[in-house]
Nanobody, 134 residues
Framework: QVQLVESGGGSVQAGGSLRLSCATS??????????MGWFRQAPGKDREGVAR???????????DYADSVKGRFTISRDNAKNTVYLQMNSLKPEDTAMYYC??????????????????????WGQGTQVTVSS
């Protein structure tokens, strides 16, 4: 069973940038997971999907983002480092939240999208806090 460890969170002023990392803490290969995403939860709010990455059997990458972060956040994967990233630019105070990485073994693109919408990925990290001050 994969264990995910997030890092890279912190405090930053509005307009700044952070890069979150999500690495596997075991020998589990990130290449075994075709569906991965970043989610966030602010105090008093429901967890929401921020970014999703699906990798097809042929190796094509498909990313998708919440409207609130489009053009500012980018999800990516480094196979050599067994790590998934979330690059966050032009941060806003409303981006303040606990950010979670999650992956799923599902190999179907539409199912990946559905699972993301349901916050129902199979494996989750413990979260990393991001605080943006105005």
């Amino acid at each position: 069973q994969v264990q995910l460890v997030e890092s890279g969170g912190g405090s930053v002023q509005a307009g700044g940038s952070l890069r979150l990392s999500c690495a596997t803490s075991t020998s589990e290969d990130i290449l075994n997971y075709y569906c991965m995403g970043w989610f966030r939860q602010a105090p008093g709010k429901d967890r929401e999907g921020v970014a999703r990455l699906y990798i097809s059997r042929s190796g094509s990458y498909y990313d998708d983002y919440a409207d609130s972060v489009k053009g500012r956040f980018t999800i990516s994967r480094d196979n050599a480092k067994n790590t998934v990233y979330l690059q966050m630019n032009s941060l806003k105070p409303e981006d303040t939240a606990m950010y979670y990485c999650a992956v799923d073994r599902n190999r179907d693109r539409s199912t990946c999208a559905r699972l993301a919408g349901e916050n129902n990925f199979g494996y989750w990290g413990q979260g990393t806090q991001v605080t943006v001050s105005s």
